[in-house]
C-alpha cells in the first residue's frame, strides 16, 4: 500500500511540475501532436485565480482606504495640535501649577481630595487653567466678581460632564440647554412651590423618624459610632421617592432598593473618573472600556427602575379614572406635576422626557440632600458649642417634637446659620460648568474667547481667603444678618445663581431643618476621632471613607 501511495504521489508531483505531462514523452516516444498546455490541478488554479483576483480587486482599494486612514489621522493629529496652540495662547495670561506636557494637571486632581484646591485657590488669585491631558482644558474660576459675570450669562452647559450624565440619567434639565431647557424648567416649576413644599414637611419628617428609630436600635444600651452617611442616604431616598412619586418603598428597613442607590452611586463615581481621564473623554473609546460597558448595564437598571414607576402611575390614573379614586393620594407630588404638565402641553413632554426628568431628580435630589445633613451632623458634631444652641432652640420651637410644620421651620435662626455655614464648608455641588458661547472679560480686564470650557469652582470660592477670613473654621456667626450684609451676594453660591439655579433648593431647606431638628432632639453627636471626614470631588461631594459619628441617645 505504502510503495504504491508513493508512487502515484511521485508521478503526481512530477505532473504537478510539468516534468511528465505527456506520458508518451514520458516513454520516450514521438508525440503525434504539439504538448497540451499544463493544466495545474483545481484547488490550485482556484487559488491562484483568487490571489490574483484579490491583487486586481481588492489592492487599490485597500491602498486607497490606508491611504485615506492616514490622511484623516495626520488631520486630526494636526487638529489636535492646533487646539493645544490656540489654549495655550488664550490661556497663557492666567497662571497656573506647573504641567506635565501629556497628563497636564490630570495627576494632580485624580484622587478627588479637596485639600488641593484651597492651596490652589490661595496661590493663584480668581482663576487658573487646568488642562485635561494635553489638549484639553478647563478654566477655573473662585472670585465672586468672576462668578457674577459667569452667571449672569446664558453659556449653555458644558460638553463635560453634562454629556456624560446622559446615557444614565437621559437629557433632563441638568443637562437641556436653550428652548428645550426653558421649557422643561417651565414645566417643573410648580412642582416646587410653596404650597407643594408644605405638604411635604410631614411626609419627611415621618421618614427621618423611621431611621431614628433603627439608630435608637442600635444604641439602646450605650453610645455607639455609627456610620450615619448611609442611613442618611437611604432616608433621603426615601423622602424623594414619597415626593417624586408616591412610592411607601419601605427602603430604610428592607434592601430592596439599595441596587438603585449602589446602581446611581457607581454611575457618579465612574463618570467623575471619566472626567478627568482625557482616554475616555471620547465615546467610542469610552463605550468599549470596561467603565463604559459597566455605565451601560448600570444605564438599564436605573431606567428600567424609573419607567416601572412611571408606567405604574399611569395605570392607576388610568384606572381611577375608569373606576372612580378608591384610594386617595395625600399630596400632589412631582410625577403628577410633570404629568399633568405632559397632558396640558400635549407632546412637548415625551414619554422619553419624562423618565430623564424623573431621572434627573432623583439624582440631583438625592445625593445632595444626603451629603449636606451628613455633613452638618459632622461640623456640629466637631463643634458641640453650636450643637447645643441649635438643640436649644428647637426644643423651644418643637418642644418634644411630636409634629413638626412649615412655620415652625422659618423660626429656627440659629440653625440655619449653621446649616449655610455647613454647606459653605462642604457644597454638596462643588463645581458647575459652562462652555463659553461668546467671549467673555472678566473684572480685571482679562478676557477669554468662545470655546472656552470655564468652571465655577464653588468648593473654592467658599475656601477663598480673599473672602472669608479663617476660611476652615466653622462659624455659623459669619451668617448673621450683619455679616451678611457686608459680604459680596456672589461669595456663597451652594446652589448657583441666575437663570440655572437649583430648582430643588427651598425643598432641600425644609428637608435639611426637618431632618437636623429632629436628629438633635434625640441624639447627641460626637466625632470618632480615629475616623476623620476625608472629602472627595465627585459629581456632588462625597465621603471617602463614610461619615462615622459616636451617637448618645438623649433622655
Ligand atoms: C443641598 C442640596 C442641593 C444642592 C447643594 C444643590 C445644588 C445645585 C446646584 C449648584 C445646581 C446648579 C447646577 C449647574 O448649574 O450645573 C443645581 C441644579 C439643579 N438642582 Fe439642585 N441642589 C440640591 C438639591 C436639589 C434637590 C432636592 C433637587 C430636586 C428634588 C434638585 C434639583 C436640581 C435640578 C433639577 C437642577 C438643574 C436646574 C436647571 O438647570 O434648571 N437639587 N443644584
Known sequence: MSSSRGKSGTCWRAQSRGGLGNPLQALGGESPSPPEPRRPPATAQRTAMESSWLETRWARPLYLAFVFCLALGLLQAIKLYLRRLRLLRDLCRFPAPPIHWFYGHQKLFQDGKMEKFEELVEKYPCAFP?????????????????????????????????????????????????PQWFQHRRLLTPGFSVNILKLYVEEMAHSVKTM???????????DTVVEVYEHISLMTLDILMKCAFSQETNCQISSTHDLYVKTMFEANKITFYRLYSFLHHDDIIFKFSPQGHRLQEMAKILHQYTENLIQDRKKFLKDEKKHGSTQKQKYQDFLDVILSAQAENGNSLSDTDLRSEMNTLMLAGHDTTAGSISWLLYYLALNPEHQERCREEIRGI??????????????????????????????????????????????????LPAGITVVLNIWGLHHNPAIWENPKVFDPLRFSQENSDQRHPHSFLPFSAGPRNCIGQHFAMIE???????????????PDPTRPLVFLHQMVLKAKNGVHLHLKKLP
Open 130 to 178: 487646568c488642562w485635561v491631558g494635553p489638549f484639553q482644558a478647563f478654566f477655573y474660576i473662585y472670585d465672586p466678581d468672576y462668578a457674577r459675570i459667569f452667571l449672569g450669562r446664558t453659556d449653555p452647559k458644558s460638553k463635560y460632564p453634562h454629556k456624560f450624565l446622559i446615557p444614565y440619567l437621559g437629557k433632563g434639565l441638568l443637562s437641556l440647554d436653550g
Open 212 to 222: 431614628l428609630g433603627k439608630w435608637e436600635k442600635i444604641c439602646s444600651s450605650q
Open 398 to 447: 418643637l418642644g418634644d417634637g411630636s409634629s413638626i410644620t412649615w412655620d415652625q421651620l422659618g423660626e429656627m435662626s440659629y440653625t440655619t446659620m449653621c446649616i449655610k455655614e455647613s454647606l459653605r464648608l462642604a457644597p454638596p455641588v462643588p463645581s458647575i460648568s459652562r462652555e463659553l458661547s461668546k467671549p467673555i472679560t472678566f473684572p480685571d480686564g482679562r478676557s
Open 512 to 526: 435639611l431643618k426637618v431632618a437636623i431638628a429632629l436628629i438633635l432632639l434625640h441624639f447627641k453627636v460626637a
